[in-house]
């Protein structure tokens, strides 16, 4: 459960960029194939989530 308190945010981040990633891929997308990011749902989704990551610890605090 420590584990989750810790990385509750993050956790949080993921979650919003893969949904993101993936709702940029379902309603903008690449229609010819040649987009290296959004041309398949499962690159859009994970670049999303790793973006979503990356945002919420531009928020952390240091210690």
Wanted: aromatic fraction near 16%; charged fraction near 15%.
């Amino acid at each position: 459960m420590k584990l989750f308190q810790t990385y509750k945010f993050h956790l949080i981040g993921l979650l919003a960029g893969a949904f993101l990633g993936y709702l940029y891929y379902s309603q903008i997308g690449c229609l010819s194939g040649t987009c290296t990011i959004t041309s398949k749902p499962l690159n859009s989704t994970l670049y999303g989530s790793v973006m979503g990551v990356l945002f919420i610890d531009l928020f952390k605090k240091k210690k």
